[in-house]
């Protein structure tokens, strides 16, 4: 028999499944501020929003210990845009953020989850003297997009999930340009996700048992 040639030897890489998920939010701007209780150039309060939100997600499997501790997360990058239905004064702000969303309790057909998700949002119309005189909730273009909630996600065949929930998402530049009142959001919110192939199989193992140890420090100032 010849012997076999190690380079020739692929070894195949292990990946995980991906998915899109696509999210409607319609609710509440909080009222933090009096520009948004109608003192700004519209005299109008602005307390109502909508939003869409699409997420390319990474399917974890408990391939990881890690994975495993944390339910078989699923992690990825998403797009967030929100119309506050005042162009002039806010702008049109979209966000490009990061998303973590792992469950409390996983069922066979359904699972109870939490997400958060934190990024960078822009295109916001920010406070001018001149131009801007009476929007001074958000005093730069760009801005942090922080981003948390509670999910349900219920399975729908080998490839779809519907998912149901809420979030909290906080606007703010933390005050590197004011003003700075920052906006909050609070809002249900309806998406669909399919996941390419099918979703993975997860892969349970024993965690080997936690051995303590002492650890002294000493310091000297």
């Not at 495993?68 to 119309?83: H, K, L």
């Not at 806010?90 to 109870?112: D, E, H, M, Q, V």
């Amino acid at each position: 028999m010849s012997a076999i040639d190690a380079d020739t030897i692929k070894v195949k890489k292990h990946r995980y499944p991906k998915s899109v998920r696509l999210f409607y939010q319609a609710g509440k701007v909080l009222q933090t501020n009096d520009f948004l209780k109608g003192q700004n150039a519209s005299g109008q309060v602005i307390d109502y929003f909508q939003s869409l939100s699409l997420q390319y997600g990474i399917e974890t499997d408990g391939s990881k210990i890690w994975q495993q501790i944390y339910g078989n997360p699923t992690w990825g990058f998403g797009f967030y845009a929100v119309n506050f239905f005042n162009k002039d004064e806010l702008g049109t702000p979209s966000s490009l953020y990061g998303f973590f969303n792992a469950p409390f309790y996983r069922f066979k057909k359904w699972s109870i989850n939490y997400e958060v998700g934190f990024g960078l949002a822009y295109d916001w119309n920010p406070y001018n003297q001149e131009l801007n005189p009476f929007q001074y909730a958000i005093g730069s273009k760009n801005t942090v997009f922080i981003d948390v909630g509670m999910n349900v996600d219920i399975m729908l065949g080998k490839n779809f999930d519907l998912t149901g929930g809420f979030t909290f998402t906080h606007f703010s530049n933390g005050a590197t340009k004011v003003p700075n009142f920052g906006i909050n959001l609070f809002a249900p919110r309806i998406g669909v996700k399919y996941i390419f192939n099918e979703r993975p199989v997860y892969v349970k193992t024993k965690p080997e048992k936690y051995k303590s140890e002492w650890e002294f420090i000493a310091l000297a100032t």
